[in-house]
Nanobody
């Protein structure tokens, strides 16, 4: 059974930084994996934030986070990370990691393309 677990959320002031991690159990992140990061604020739909291809490290970002967030992977630890800098109050949300073992044919930004999801971690940015 594949499980994803996010960690690293918390409360930070505007302009601050947080680093989220996503660990997997039950399966290994391999070259056909795409790990995505999504967020959902209260009263809003879940939105794509970033993604990273395990095969070559290619990254994808929503325009709203480009230049501030960085997705990365750690092959040795079988984990993915999202470094968030320059945080804004509008970044406040529950952040989820998701994974698909069909990276080569999927639409990276489509939530429905990801097979497994974590339970999320809260990120709160105070003004």
């Amino acid at each position: 059974q594949v499980q994803l677990v996010e960690s690293g959320g918390g409360l930070v002031q505007t302009g601050g930084s947080l680093s989220l991690s996503c660990s997997v159990s039950g399966r290994t992140f391999s070259s056909d994996v795409m790990v995505g990061w999504y967020r959902q604020a209260p009263g809003k739909v879940r939105e794509f934030v970033a993604a990273i291809s395990w095969s070559d490290g290619s990254t994808y970002y929503a325009d709203s986070v480009k230049g501030r967030f960085t997705a990365s992977r750690d092959n040795a630890k079988n984990s993915a990370h999202l470094q968030m800098n320059g945080l804004k109050p509008e970044d406040t949300a529950v952040y989820y990691c998701a994974a698909s073992w069909d990276a080569h044919t999927m639409v990276v930004t489509a939530a429905g393309a990801y097979d497994y999801w974590g339970l999320g971690t809260q990120v709160t940015v105070s003004s």
